[in-house]
């Protein structure tokens, strides 16, 4: 049974840092676009930020560019989210998503829709404070 686990959310003031992490189990998911989604109350569920099954492609929401930086680690099926200068606006549930397929490089209009996603996390909590 395929598992995807989000931790590292929690309660932090606005300018502050967090770092999301996401493992998987059950199956490997080393050559998938994996991505970082994230859903406000009474939002959409909105793209953060993918990268692509050799690492080499990533893209950011224009919200988040120059703040986050996401990354993974094949070796230890981990996808990491580096949050840095934490605003209100960052309030959300985050989700990680896996693509089930290896792929190569996506588009950006790809990897920001939500359908191209087979698996996803149950999400982790971050709540940006004033």
């Known amino acids: 049974q395929v598992q995807v686990v989000e931790s590292g959310g929690g309660l932090v003031q606005a300018g502050g840092s967090l770092n999301l992490s996401c493992t998987t189990s059950?199956?490997?998911?080393?050559?998938?676009?994996m991505s970082w989604f994230r859903q406000a109350p009474g939002k959409e569920r909105e793209f953060v930020a993918s990268?692509?099954?050799?690492?080499?492609?990533?893209y950011y929401a224009d919200s988040v560019k120059g703040r986050f930086t996401i990354s993974r680690d094949i070796t230890k099926n981990l996808l990491s989210l580096q949050m840095n200068d934490l605003r209100r606006e960052d309030t959300a549930v985050y989700y990680c998503?896996?693509?089930?397929?290896?792929?190569?490089?996506?588009?950006?209009?790809?990897?920001?829709?939500?359908?191209?996603?087979?698996?996803w996390g149950q999400g982790t909590q971050v709540t940006v404070s004033s």
């Open positions: 998503a896996a693509d089930d397929s290896p792929s190569g490089a996506y588009s950006f209009s790809t990897v920001i829709s939500p359908r191209l996603y087979d698996y």
């Open positions: 059950g199956r490997t998911f080393s050559r998938s676009t």
């Open positions: 990268i692509s099954g050799n690492g080499l492609k990533v």
